[in-house]
C-alpha cells in the first residue's frame, strides 16, 4: 500500500489559508481590493468583536454573474490574469486567485452579490469550504460579504487571535491606509456600531490626510511631485517637525498597492537626516508609480513584499526627489511660456 497520497481540496484550503488570512485585518485587506478591482466607488467595513465574529465588507462595485459565483470561491481562480505572462502588466490588486477560496475554509461566508445586467442577485453561503446554499434575491448592485466566526474549524489559529480591541485596531490602520492609497473612493469603517472613518472619495489626497491625520499635520505637508524614466511620485512629505516616533506614520503606496519596502525606508530616512533629530521618523503619504516590468509583486500571497529590478535607481530617485523637496528645490525647471 502506498502512503503518499494528495490532500482533499477542503485541507489544502485550510493549508493555503494559513498563508494569506492571519487574523480580521487580513480578510478586510483581502475583500476591500477584491472590492477596489472591481471599481467600487464606495466600500463600507464593518465590525464587531475586532472582527473575531462579524465582519461585513460591502462595495457598489461590479458584482459578480450567478455563473460565475461558485467558481469565485474556487482555489487558483481569477478574473484578473489568464496566463503567466499577464504578471509583467499587472493593473489589479489581486491576481492569485486565493482569498475567497481561503476566507471560505476558515469562517463562515455569506456573500449577496448582483451585476447590473442582472435583475436579481445571488446569495451565496459557504462554511468551512462546503458549499450551503445558493439562491436568487433581490439585491442592489455590489457585493456585500457577511463573515461570521473567523477561525472557528482552526482552533490553533483562534486562539492566537489577540484582544478584539487589538485587532479592531489592525484593521483600523489598515483602513487609513486604503483611505490614504485611493482618495478617489469613499471609504466607511464602522466599529462595534460606531463610525470611525468616513472618507468622501472626492480624489483629493489632502482632504483624506486632513481626515485621517488632523489640522496641525495637514498645515505642515510639502508636496512631492516627481516624473522621470518610467517611475513618478506623487503625494506629500511631512516637515520634519512633524517628524514622529515610529515608521506608522512613513505611508507610501506602490502602483496603489500598500507595501513593506526596506529600500524605500530607507531612502526615506536617509533623506530626513540631516532635518530631523535620531530616533525621529518623518511623516509622508505618496504614491509611486513604476512599470510593471520594473516591479514583481508576486513574491509573496499577502503581497506585501515586493522586488524592483533596479533597486539602486528606486533608491536614488526617492532620495533625490526628497531631498530636493525639503530643500525647497525643483527638480524639474517649470518652463512657463507666457513670460
Ligand atoms: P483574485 O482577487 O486574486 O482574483 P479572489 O479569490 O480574491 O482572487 O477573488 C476571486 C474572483 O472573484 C475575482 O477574480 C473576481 O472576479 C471575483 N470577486 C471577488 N470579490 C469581488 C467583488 N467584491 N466584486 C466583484 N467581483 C469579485
Ligand atoms: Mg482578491
Redesign the pocket.
Known amino acids: 500500500m502506498s502512503n503518499i497520497h494528495v490532500l482533499d481540496q477542503i485541507t489544502i484550503d485550510k493549508i493555503a489559508a494559513g498563508e494569506v488570512i492571519e487574523r480580521p485585518a487580513s480578510v478586510v485587506k483581502?475583500?476591500v481590493?477584491?472590492?477596489i478591482?472591481?471599481g467600487?466607488g464606495s466600500v463600507t467595513v464593518e465590525i464587531k468583536e475586532g472582527g473575531i465574529s462579524y465582519m461585513r465588507?460591502a462595495?457598489n462595485?461590479?458584482?459578480?454573474a450567478r455563473d460565475?459565483v461558485q467558481?469565485?470561491?474556487l482555489r487558483h481562480?481569477?478574473?484578473?490574469?489568464r496566463a503567466a505572462e499577464d504578471l509583467e502588466h499587472i493593473a489589479?490588486?489581486?491576481?492569485?486567485?486565493?482569498?475567497?477560496?481561503?476566507i471560505a475554509a476558515v469562517s463562515q461566508v455569506e456573500m449577496i452579490?448582483k451585476t447590473k445586467e442582472q435583475l436579481l442577485g445571488t446569495r451565496y453561503q459557504i462554511a468551512g469550504g462546503k458549499e450551503e446554499e445558493l439562491e436568487d434575491t433581490g439585491a442592489s448592485d455590489?457585493?456585500t460579504?457577511l463573515i461570521r466566526q473567523l477561525f472557528y474549524n482552526v482552533p490553533a489559529r483562534r486562539k492566537f487571535l489577540k484582544t478584539p480591541i487589538t485587532e479592531a485596531s489592525h484593521v483600523g490602520d489598515l483602513m487609513t491606509r486604503l483611505a490614504l492609497s485611493h482618495p478617489e473612493i469613499s471609504f466607511q469603517f464602522i466599529n462595534n456600531g460606531q463610525s470611525r472613518l468616513h472618507t468622501s472619495g472626492n480624489g483629493n489626497l489632502k482632504d483624506v490626510i486632513y481626515h485621517v491625520y488632523g489640522r496641525e499635520i495637514t498645515a505642515n505637508l510639502i508636496p512631492l511631485e516627481y516624473k522621470n524614466n518610467g517611475l513618478s511620485l506623487s503625494g506629500y512629505i511631512g516637515a520634519p517637525l512633524i517628524s514622529r516616533g515610529n515608521r506608522n506614520f512613513e505611508n507610501y503606496f506602490i502602483n496603489g498597492r500598500y507595501v513593506k519596502s526596506n529600500i524605500i525606508y530607507r531612502a526615506i530616512e536617509d533623506a530626513y537626516k540631516d532635518f530631523s533629530m535620531q530616533h525621529k521618523f518623518p511623516f509622508t503619504v505618496f504614491h509611486i508609480t513604476i512599470d510593471g516590468e520594473h516591479v514583481d509583486v508576486n513574491v509573496h500571497p499577502t503581497k506585501m513584499e515586493l522586488r524592483f529590478n533596479n533597486q539602486q535607481e528606486v533608491y536614488n530617485t526617492l532620495y533625490e526627489a526628497i531631498d530636493s523637496a525639503l530643500h525647497g528645490r525643483e527638480l524639474i525647471p517649470k518652463v512657463t511660456l507666457d513670460e
Do not use: P, Q, V, Y
Open positions: 483581502e475583500l481590493e477584491n472590492a478591482d472591481a467600487s465588507i462595495d462595485g461590479c458584482g459578480i460565475d467558481n469565485a470561491f481562480s481569477t478574473s484578473k490574469i489589479s490588486l489581486g491576481f492569485r486567485g486565493e482569498a475567497l477560496s481561503s452579490t455590489g457585493t460579504f
